[in-house]
């Protein structure tokens, strides 16, 4: 757990979970399963809590930056592709740890 980690006992939310996909998959093109696993396993090992959205925040964050021009769907369905594009602006501070275990 991170005691710094500005999300502790907070739920995931959308904005969450766009903050952390742009950091942890920029420049990258990932599945959406690997997205989901890594930014849920993320947010919870540093003190966030699981969201209880009807909606995964996740997917509505891919969406987001989507509609922004910072991520792109490259496949659909189940096993669906995304291309995340690099941000010249880093959101999370840079004193916090940020490589996926």
Not at 68 to 95: C, F, H, M, V
């Amino acid at each position: 757990m991170n005691k710094k980690y500005r999300y502790r006992d907070v739920r995931l939310k959308p904005k969450i979970a766009k903050e952390l996909i742009q950091i942890l998959f920029s420049g990258k093109t990932v599945r959406r399963c690997e997205i989901d696993k890594v930014i849920i396993r993320y947010h919870e090992s540093h003190g966030g809590l699981l969201s209880t959205a009807k909606v995964s925040p996740i997917r509505t964050a891919l969406r987001y930056l989507q509609a922004s021009g910072l991520a792109e769907n490259l496949s659909k369905g189940p096993g669906s592709t995304w291309r995340i594009y690099e941000d010249s602006n880093p959101i999370l501070s840079q004193t916090e740890q940020v490589i996926p275990k």
